[in-house]
């Protein structure tokens, strides 16, 4: 979503959009901007510039397409189409660390059958 005039960063949005391409990734467009040509904001008049041409070629070159948002509905029902057009499974590998927590169940497992075995013999063997 940008308004597709390239002022920050250095890599272009034309290299961009081929190494894009080269990965097999899709890009998806959105124009946003003014038709006016200066909007005026709380800070004054700013320039409304919106590169259509550029944001087209890069949505064509790479499989995408390329979309404009005029308000709030427009780009809402944009991510709603996006995420029609894209559906894409992924496999997730999980790792999770566990503690075991069984060897005081067999120390008192063991102990209970030592008495046991001891009770058994001794005392229990008398009275039986």
């Known amino acids: 979503m940008t308004d597709g ?3 920050q960063g250095t890599i272009s949005p034309k290299t961009a ?3 894009a391409q080269a990965e097999g990734i899709k890009v998806y467009t959105i124009g946003v901007g003014s038709d006016q040509p ?3 904001t709380p800070y004054g008049e700013i320039k409304a510039e919106i590169d259509e041409p550029m944001m087209k070629d890069i949505a064509k070159q790479t499989g995408g397409k390329y979309f ?3 308000d709030n ?3 809402t029902q944009i991510y709603d189409e ?3 057009l894209e559906k894409t499974e992924i496999d997730v590998t999980e790792y999770k660390n566990s503690k075991e927590e069984f060897h005081i169940l067999l120390y008192v497992a063991g102990i209970l059958l030592l008495l046991e075995i001891i009770l058994r013999n001794t005392i ?3 009275l039986a």
């Open 5 to 7: 005039v390239n002022n």
């Open 17 to 19: 959009a081929e190494l």
């Open 38 to 40: 200066t909007v005026m």
């Open 68 to 70: 404009r948002a005029k």
């Open 73 to 75: 509905k427009t780009l």
């Open 82 to 84: 996006i995420d029609q």
């Open 124 to 126: 229990l063997a008398v």
